[in-house]
């Protein structure tokens, strides 16, 4: 019974003008807008959105700012990431369809590597080099701050710096001294 009253209450309550208003009738001059809406087509719509979208500021362009190096470094390792995925799934997709393609195997591959000039095997290792070094060394660094080390901006700017510098050296060890 008590639940029933107290519902009862709430629902009169709710149904009451506000006592605000009953008791300051200088807050009944407060400004007011009315919502108004339009019936229209959907290619009024669509005109109405696009003349509002003319108005509308543009951000801006990537261009027009400085690099950093830890933005530079954040999207080189998404970009290598991507890469090194791609050519995981390429590899891995030539060697399924080895039975359809059978000029995809290692011999065929050994033999076309080997008719290389050296300075093209060194140019091609570099290639590949770098996008490995770099994301391990950055991985490494990430691994970092998951443990709280280099955080500072000074920390992020000198392991920023570290890591470009071991994937110039270890890239150009692998691709020429390996």
């Not at 995809?104 to 290792?125: F, M, N, Q, R, Y």
């Amino acid at each position: 019974m008590s639940a029933s009253l107290v519902r009862q209450s709430l629902f009169r309550a709710a149904a009451k003008p506000s006592m605000l208003r009953a008791s300051a009738p200088g807050l009944m001059l407060a400004q007011r807008r009315f919502v108004s809406t339009e019936n229209m087509t959907p290619a009024e719509s669509i005109s109405y959105l696009n003349s509002q979208r003319q108005h509308r500021p543009n951000s801006p362009h990537a261009t027009i700012y400085q690099p950093q190096v830890t933005w530079v470094l954040s999207i080189a390792n998404r970009v290598t990431g991507v890469a090194l995925s791609g050519a995981l799934y390429a590899g891995a997709l030539a060697y399924l369809l080895h039975p359809v393609f059978p000029i995809i195997d290692s011999a065929h591959l050994i033999s076309l590597v080997s008719d290389l000039p050296t300075w093209v095997k060194g140019g091609l290792k570099f290639l590949f080099a770098v996008p490995f070094t770099f994301h391990t060394f950055n991985g490494i660094r990430h691994l970092s701050w998951d443990v709280g080390k280099g955080l500072t901006i000074k920390g992020v700017y000198a392991t920023g710096y570290a890591v470009m510098a071991a994937t110039a050296v270890s890239s150009i060890y692998l691709a020429f001294f390996v």
